[in-house]
C-alpha cells in the first residue's frame, strides 16, 4: 500500500507554499490545544455531582475578551501579510520565462511552445528555468492545476489568464482541471514532463516544427491582415510593427497598453477600441479564426514589436 | 400529550395543519419537509460515496454522478441547512423566548411555507425528469449555454424557495423588534435570539441579490441575452461576482443560528450564565456584517485582480475573529459550572470541537497564496462540511433534543439520543478528515474519478460515511417512537431560564396565559448554590 | 365622532404594537426591493462601464418625452399619496378617497405612456430577441442595453401595477369607513410601498434615458 501523505514539491513557489501551510497547521494545533485541553479539563472536573468549589464572581470580562480578540487578530494579520507577499510572486511571473500557450476545452488541454511543439494534454519543460504560462478556454471555464508546483489559475473564455513557475525536480506531475466544466472533468487531466535542460532541447526540435511567430506570420498573410495593415496597403489601417508592448492612443483620448488581450480584442471586437487617427473599418473575425491561430498572431505581432515600419508613406 | 388540557396539537384535522397560523405548527411543518430533502440529498451523498470507493468505478455514469453532486448541494444548502434552525427551531420558540403569542405575520409565515415547498416540488420535478449537472453554483458559461437539463427548472424552485426565505427573515426581524415581553430589553434577551436576529438580516439583504442572479440565468438561457457568456458579449466573471455575493451571506445564513443553539445548551447544561454576555452577542452582528464584504475569497484564482484579492484575503482573516470570540467564551462558561453529559450537551461539545476545526480550515483558505493551491480541492469540501455538518447539524440536533420535549410533551430516550450522538461524532470525523489530507495532496472536487493513490483515504471517507448515516437514522427511529412511548415531559425538564420553559409542554396556542413581565437577565443560573442541593443533581 | 374600536390582531398586545410591527414590516420589505432593483442596477452599471459608446448610443433611442413626462406623473402621484395618508391620520374620509384617486389616476396614466413608449420601441425595432435591429456598431451591447431597459422597467411598471391595485383596495377601505385616525396603518403602510415605486423610477431615469449629452 503506498500512502503518500505529502505531496511532491518540485517547483520553487512551493517550498513556500508549504511552510505556509504548515505554519497554519501548527497554528492550529495550538488552538485546538488551548481551547479543547480546557473544555475537557472542565467537562471533567466541573462534571455536575464533583464537590468542588464553584464560587464565581464574573466581575468585568472586557480584559480577558479584548485580549483573546487582539491576539488572534494580530496572528491573523501575520498569516494574511506572509501570504500576501508569496501570492504577490506567484502573480508576477519574471521577465525571460519560457512562454506556453494554452487552450482548454471540453475535454482536453492543447499546449504550444513558442519554438512550435504542439502538445495535449502533456507539457514537457525544463528544470529550473521559469515557464510562463498564457491561457485561455474555447468553451466553458476550466482550471489548470499542477498540485506538485502548488500553482492553479482558472482557464477563462473570452481572455487570457496566466501562471507560472520554475520547476525544480525532474519528474512526472498531474495537471488536473480543477474547475467543474461538464461531463468529463475528471477525465481531463495530463501530466508535465520536467526534464533536464539539455533533454529538453533534444525534445522541442523533434519533428522540426516551425516557431510559433513564423506560423503566425503565415496566418497574417492568409487571413487577409497584410492586406490592410501592410504597407502597399490602400485602406488607412495602422502599421503593427512596434505596436505590441506600447501604449497606444485611442480615438477616446485614452492610452491603452497592446497587450495580449488587446490583440484579441482588436481581431475579435475591433469596434470597441480605435486607434486615434483611423476609422472603424475592421471586419470581426470572430468564428473564423481559432484560439491557437490568435495566439500565434500574438507571437508574430511580438517578433515584429520592435521593428519600424517600413515603406509607409510619411 | 396530557388529555385533560388542550394544547396547540389538539386539534387533528388535516386542515387544521394546512391552513395553519400558529407559528409552533408551522415549525413543525417546516420540520416535516427538511426532513424529505435531507433524506433524498444524504442518498445522494451515498451514492457518490460508494462510486468513490474505487478510481474508476462504474456504480454511475459520469453524468449521473454531476447530477448527484448537483442535487446534493442543492438541496442541502437551500431545503435543508438554510431553513433547519431558523424555520424550524426559530419559528417554534423565538415567540415563546420572546414573551409573544405568535410572530408578527402568522399568515406570512403559512405562506413562507408554501413557498418554501414550491420551490422544493420544482427541484424535485427537474431532478426526476432528467436532472441537472452544473453544480449548485451554476458557474457560467456552463449553465447558460453549455449544460442539458433543466436548468432552467431548478433555478425557478431555488428562485421561488428564496422569496419563503425573505418573509421569513422579515417576519423574525420585526417579531424581534416589536413583540418583546415588557422588559425584555435587548440585553436580556437569550443569545438565540441576538443569532437568529442576525441571521435574519443577511436573509433579507442577500437573497434579494441571489433572484435577480438566478433571473439573469434564466434569461440568458432561454433568450441568449449576453450578460454572461463572451461569445455573446458577456463576462463570466461577472456570474462569480453576483453569485458569492449572496452565497458567502448564505454560509453565516448557515451558521450563525447553530451558534445560537449552542450558546443556549452550554448555559443550561453547565448549569451557568454565558461568559461575556455582550461580546457573544455583537460577535453575531459582526459576523453578519463582515460576510457582506468578503465574497472574493472564492475567486482568488478567476483571474480578479491581485489588490482585490488581497482586500478580500485580509477580510477573511477579520471575519473569523468574532467566530473565535464566540468558542473562547463558550469554553469560559464551563469554567466553574455544573456540567451534565445530556444528549443536547454531548451536540453541544461536538459542535465546538468540529467547529474550531472547520473555522481553523477556513484561515488557510483564507490565505490566499495557499488557496491558490487548495482551492476546488477536497480540502475546500472537507472545510465546509466540518462547518456545515460538525457545526450546523450537530447544532440542529443538539436544539431538536433540547426542546423535543417542549414541542411534543415527550422525552426521547436518553441512552440512544447519547449513542447517536457519539456514532455520529465518531463517523463524521472518519468520513471528512481524510478529505483534508485528499485535498492537500492535490484531488480536485467534483470528480467522479481519481488516479489510484488517492484511493485510500477514499476508503476511510466511505466508511465514515457508513457509520456516519447510522448516526442520522437512529434520532429519526427514536423520535418517532418517543411521540407514542415516549416518557411525558414536564413544563421544564431541563431546569432552564427562559420564557419558553414558563409554559407547559405542549404549550397552548396561544403560549401564554398572561404575557410575562421580565425583569432578570438572561441566564440566571447559580451553580455554585445548586450543587448543595441533591434533587437538582442529575447526570 | 364615535367610531368602533379597531380590532388587533391576536398575536399583538396593543393596537399601537401592531401599528408599529406593520410599519417595521413594510420598511423591511422595501429593504429587501432595494436590493432587488439594487442588484440590477449594479449589472446595468457594469455594463455600461464596459461598453460606454454603445449604450450611449441605445440610450438616445429612448425618448425624453416619454420618460419626462412619466417622472413628473409619479412624482405629483407621491405628492397626493402623502396628502392622502395625512387625510387618514386625521381621520378625514372623504380626504382620504379624494386624494387617493387622482394618486390612482396618475399611476394608470404612467402606465399608458409606458405603453405607449413600449409600442415606439416595437416599432422602431428596438425589442430585444423578438424585434430587434440595430443599424451601428456593437449590435449585441446595444440590445445588451435595450435587455436591461425592458427588465428594469418591466418590473418597475409590475410593481406600478401592483401598487395600484393595493392603493385601489385601500380607497375601498376607506370609503367604507375602515380607516380611521386610530387605525390608519393600511394607507400609511400602502403610501410607504407607492413612494419607494416612485423613488426607483426617479432612479432608472436618469440613468437609463440621460446617458451622455443631450
Redesign the interface.
Known amino acids: 500500500?503506498?500512502?503518500?501523505?505529502?505531496?511532491e514539491q518540485a517547483s520553487e513557489i512551493a517550498r513556500?507554499?508549504d511552510w505556509?501551510?504548515w505554519a497554519?497547521t501548527a497554528?492550529?494545533a495550538l488552538?485546538?490545544v488551548l481551547?479543547?485541553a480546557?473544555?475537557v479539563w472542565?467537562?471533567i472536573k466541573?462534571?455536575?455531582?464533583r464537590?468542588?468549589?464553584?464560587?464565581?464572581n464574573?466581575g468585568n470580562?472586557?480584559k480577558?475578551?479584548v485580549t483573546?480578540?487582539l491576539i488572534?487578530?494580530f496572528l491573523?494579520?501575520g498569516?494574511?501579510a506572509?501570504?500576501?507577499e508569496?501570492?504577490?510572486r506567484?502573480?508576477n511571473p519574471p521577465p525571460g520565462a519560457l512562454e506556453v500557450n494554452v487552450v482548454g476545452k471540453?475535454w482536453m488541454w492543447k499546449l504550444q511552445h513558442a519554438e512550435g511543439a504542439r502538445e495535449i494534454n502533456e507539457l514537457h519543460i525544463p528544470r529550473g528555468k521559469p515557464v510562463k504560462l498564457t491561457m485561455t478556454s474555447q468553451?466553458?471555464?476550466h482550471?489548470f492545476?499542477v498540485?506538485?508546483f502548488?500553482?492553479?489559475?482558472?482557464v477563462?473564455?473570452?481572455?487570457y489568464?496566466t501562471e507560472w513557475f520554475t520547476p525544480t525536480k525532474v519528474g512526472r506531475y498531474?495537471i488536473?482541471?480543477?474547475?467543474?466544466?461538464?461531463?468529463?472533468?475528471?477525465?481531463m487531466?495530463g501530466t508535465v514532463y520536467v526534464m533536464e535542460p539539455h533533454d529538453y532541447e533534444r525534445w522541442l526540435v523533434q519533428g522540426s516544427p516551425e516557431p510559433l511567430a513564423k506560423q503566425g506570420e503565415a496566418l497574417f498573410h492568409s487571413l487577409g491582415c497584410s492586406g490592410c495593415h501592410g504597407p502597399t496597403s490602400k485602406i488607412h489601417a495602422p502599421p503593427l510593427e512596434g505596436v505590441y508592448g506600447h501604449l497606444v492612443p485611442l480615438e477616446t483620448k485614452e492610452f491603452v497598453l497592446a497587450d495580449d488581450r488587446y490583440v484579441r480584442d482588436s481581431i475579435l471586437?475591433p469596434?470597441?477600441q480605435i486607434a486615434a487617427g483611423y476609422q472603424?473599418l475592421m471586419p470581426s473575425f470572430t468564428g473564423h479564426i481559432s484560439e491557437e491561430e490568435i495566439m500565434e498572431i500574438i507571437a508574430y505581432l511580438k517578433s515584429i514589436a520592435n521593428k519600424t515600419p517600413e515603406g509607409y508613406a510619411k | 400529550m396530557n388529555a385533560d388540557e388542550s394544547n396547540y396539537l389538539s386539534e387533528h384535522s388535516v386542515r387544521s395543519w394546512l391552513l395553519t397560523t400558529d407559528h409552533k405548527r408551522i415549525g413543525i411543518l417546516y420540520l416535516l419537509s427538511i426532513v424529505v430533502y435531507f433524506a433524498i440529498a444524504a442518498t445522494a451523498a451515498a451514492l457518490m460515496r460508494i462510486q468513490l470507493l474505487s478510481p474508476h468505478s462504474d456504480l454511475v455514469l459520469p453524468e449521473t454522478y454531476n447530477k448527484l453532486f448537483t442535487l446534493h448541494g442543492v438541496l442541502m444548502v437551500w431545503f435543508f441547512l438554510i431553513p433547519s434552525i431558523p424555520a424550524v427551531l426559530g419559528n417554534f420558540v423565538i415567540p415563546m423566548m420572546i414573551g409573544a403569542r405568535d410572530v408578527a405575520f402568522p399568515k406570512l409565515n403559512l405562506i413562507s411555507w408554501y413557498l418554501f415547498n414550491i420551490g422544493g416540488l420544482c427541484a424535485l420535478y427537474a431532478v426526476i425528469w432528467g436532472g441537472v449537472d452544473t453544480g449548485w453554483t451554476f458557474y457560467t458559461p456552463y449553465s447558460t449555454t453549455y449544460a442539458n437539463g433543466h436548468v432552467v427548472t431548478m433555478i425557478m424552485g431555488v428562485f421561488i424557495a428564496g422569496f419563503g426565505s425573505i418573509l421569513t427573515g422579515l417576519n423574525f426581524i420585526v417579531t424581534i423588534h416589536k413583540m418583546r415581553a415588557p422588559g425584555m430589553t435587548w440585553f436580556r434577551l437569550p443569545l438565540f435570539i441576538w443569532s437568529l436576529y442576525s441571521t435574519s438580516l443577511i436573509l433579507v439583504l442577500a437573497t434579494p441579490v441571489l433572484a435577480i442572479t438566478l433571473l439573469a440565468i434564466t434569461v440568458e438561457r432561454l433568450w441568449g441575452v449576453g450578460i454572461f457568456d463572451p461569445n455573446l458579449g458577456g463576462d463570466p466573471v461577472l456570474f462569480q461576482h453576483m453569485f458569492w455575493f449572496y452565497s458567502h451571506p448564505a454560509v453565516y445564513i448557515m451558521i450563525l443560528p447553530g451558534m445560537g443553539v449552542v450558546s443556549e445548551l452550554i448555559t443550561c447544561f453547565s448549569r451557568k450564565r454565558i461568559f461575556g454576555y455582550h461580546f457573544v452577542a455583537f460577535s453575531s452582528l459582526a459576523i453578519a456584517v463582515i460576510g457582506f464584504l468578503v465574497w472574493g475569497h472564492h475567486m482568488f484564482v478567476s483571474s480578479q485582480s491581485v489588490y482585490a484579492g488581497m482586500v478580500f484575503s485580509i477580510l477573511s482573516f477579520i471575519v473569523a475573529v468574532p467566530s473565535a470570540i464566540k468558542v473562547f467564551n463558550w469554553t469560559a462558561t464551563l469554567y466553574k459550572g455544573s456540567i451534565s453529559y445530556d444528549t443536547p450537551m454531548l451536540y453541544a461539545f461536538g459542535f465546538i470541537g468540529l467547529f474550531t476545526i472547520g473555522g481553523l480550515t477556513g484561515l488557510f483558505l483564507a490565505a490566499i497564496a495557499v488557496d491558490v493551491h487548495l482551492h476546488d480541492t477536497y480540502f475546500v469540501i472537507a472545510h465546509f462540511h466540518y462547518i456545515m455538518v460538525g457545526g450546523m447539524v450537530l447544532s440542529f440536533m443538539g436544539g431538536l433534543h433540547y426542546w423535543w420535549p417542549k414541542i411534543t410533551g415527550r422525552m426521547y430516550p436518553e441512552v440512544m439520543g447519547r449513542i447517536a450522538a457519539l456514532t455520529t461524532f465518531v463517523g463524521f470525523n472518519l468520513t471528512f478528515f481524510p478529505q483534508f489530507l485528499l485535498g492537500y495532496l492535490g484531488q480536485p472536487r467534483r470528480y467522479h474519478a481519481y488516479p489510484p493513490e488517492f484511493q485510500i483515504f477514499h476508503i476511510f471517507s466511505t466508511a465514515g460515511a457508513s457509520i456516519l448515516g447510522v448516526g442520522y437514522l437512529m434520532p429519526l427511529f427514536y423520535f418517532l417512537w418517543s411521540l407514542k412511548y415516549g416518557q411525558r415531559a414536564p413544563a421544564n425538564p431541563w431546569q432552564a431560564t427562559g420564557l419558553e420553559w414558563q409554559t407547559p409542554s405542549p404549550p397552548p396556542r396561544e403560549n401564554f396565559g398572561k404575557i410575562p413581565i421580565i425583569t432578570e437577565a438572561p441566564y440566571d443560573y447559580h451553580p455554585e448554590v445548586e450543587q448543595a442541593k441533591p434533587e437538582l443533581q442529575h447526570v | 365622532m364615535s367610531e368602533p374600536t379597531p380590532a388587533t390582531a391576536h398575536q399583538f398586545e396593543t393596537l399601537e404594537q401592531q401599528r408599529e410591527s406593520d410599519i417595521l414590516g413594510m420598511w423591511a420589505f422595501l429593504a429587501t426591493e432595494v436590493l432587488f432593483f439594487g442588484g440590477l442596477i449594479m449589472c446595468y452599471t457594469f455594463a455600461r462601464f464596459s461598453y460606454p459608446q454603445a449604450f450611449a448610443a441605445a440610450s438616445h433611442h429612448l425618448y425624453v418625452s416619454y420618460g419626462g413626462p412619466n417622472t413628473a406623473i409619479l412624482l405629483c402621484s407621491s405628492f397626493t399619496m402623502a396628502l392622502a395618508v395625512r387625510a387618514a391620520q386625521l381621520g378625514q374620509r372623504k380626504a382620504l378617497v379624494g386624494f387617493l384617486i387622482p394618486t390612482i389616476l396618475f399611476g394608470l396614466g404612467f402606465l399608458v405612456v409606458k405603453g405607449f413608449e413600449y409600442r415606439t420601441d416595437y416599432v422602431e425595432q428596438l425589442v430585444p430577441r423578438f424585434r430587434f435591429h440595430w443599424d451601428g456598431p456593437e449590435a449585441g451591447h446595444a440590445e445588451l442595453f435595450f435587455w436591461l431597459y425592458f427588465v428594469l422597467t418591466g418590473l418597475h411598471a409590475l410593481h406600478v401595477t401592483i401598487g395600484i391595485g393595493v392603493l385601489t383596495i385601500v380607497a375601498i377601505l376607506g370609503w367604507r369607513g375602515r380607516i380611521t385616525a386610530q387605525n390608519h396603518m393600511t394607507a400609511e403602510v400602502a403610501g410607504l410601498y407607492w413612494h419607494f415605486v416612485d423613488i426607483v423610477w426617479v432612479f432608472l431615469f436618469p440613468l437609463l434615458y440621460l446617458i451622455g449629452h443631450r
Open positions: 500500500m503506498n500512502l503518500h501523505l505529502f505531496p513556500e507554499s505556509l501551510f497554519l497554528l492550529s488552538v485546538c481551547v479543547f480546557p473544555l472542565f467537562a466541573y462534571r455536575r455531582g464537590k468542588v468549589n464553584r464560587d464565581f464574573e470580562t472586557w480577558i475578551e483573546w480578540t488572534p487578530l491573523t494579520m498569516i494574511f506572509w501570504s500576501a508569496v501570492f504577490f506567484m502573480e471540453q468553451d466553458v471555464i482550471d492545476f498540485p506538485a502548488r500553482t492553479k489559475q482558472d477563462v473564455p473570452g481572455r489568464t498531474h488536473f482541471c480543477a474547475q467543474y466544466c461538464g461531463t468529463s472533468h475528471a477525465a487531466i471586437l469596434a470597441s472603424n
